[in-house]
């Protein structure tokens, strides 16, 4: 069985992997906190990777936030992430890693791309100006994948690979009142309004934009079908300078759509109201996932039963914040 690393293990996207190499078996796994290992010290991390030597690596470990956090650290985000990645990458090639996977952000994307928004689309246009330090790295991460495959494929046996995932929501999800993503903040205004028995809730802009939302487990059950593709077949379905695949659920629904969804989780009996003095952000946000598609995998978890199971976890989470 390999011995498999996975960098932020912690985060929600890490831990679902975690939870999916385990309900396979694997029982190898190598994970190391923040303050046992600071992955943008390069040092400390060469020295990680020839301690554990491990076969692979799926590296989710990011600095991420909201809007309002890019905007305000945009330093923050374009450096420690490039650090973080290149650090990794580097490392893990440096120590015989031959199979990684590395998982970026729909963000990467031109802010008017096409939609549904397909892989060639990267590096056609303009990005998101609030967000784009955080793309420029996490482009820059499919960049060095492909740049290691292609300069050490033949030579070393160097598999690199990437996924970029639409939006994200489930178990381990940060709930914070400003600085979460949008279904995370509606699950807690939601759940806070049932409690205090508040007539109305209204949500920013008009309702009518649309997003695609996947479940952490089936990114998680994605990522670790990706990574375990033989690599004629992933060559097949990618080419060297555009090898990063999407993953998405395969539909998306209205903002209104969504905070109803969410309402009727929660079991809130009040109204809904959308103030559409308020900016809606871009008009739609769709991932075209048909390469994926094509390679054998869709997702599983449908945006009802998704919601469930996040607003169980948002209150266990809720209870144990209330017990401290």
Known sequence: MAKIYVAGHRGMVGSAIVRALQ???HSDLVNRTHAE???TNQAAVQAFFAQEKPDQVYLAAAKVGGIHANNTYPADFIYQNLMVQANVIDAAFRNGVKKLLFLGSSCIYPRLAEQPMREDALLTGALEPTNEPYAIAKIAGIKLCESYNRQYGASHGVDYRSVMPTNLYGPGDNYH???SHV????????????????PSVSIWGSGTPRREFL??????????????????TYQQHTQPMLSHINVGFGSDVTIAELAHAIGQTVGYQ???????????????KWMDSSRLGKLGWQADVDLTRGLSMTYQDFLIINKRNDER
């Open 177 to 179: 009142p400003e600085n």
């Open 183 to 198: 279904i995370p903040a509606l699950i807690r205004r939601f759940h806070e309004a049932k409690v205090a028995g508040v």
């Open 23 to 25: 309900s396979q078996g």
């Open 270 to 284: 009040g109204t809904i109201e959308f103030d559409s003095s308020k900016p809606d952000g871009a008009p739609r």
């Open 215 to 232: 479940y952490v487990d089936d990114m998680a059950a994605a990522s670790v079908f990706v990574m375990n593709l033989p690599q004629a």
């Open 37 to 39: 290992l600071d992955l």
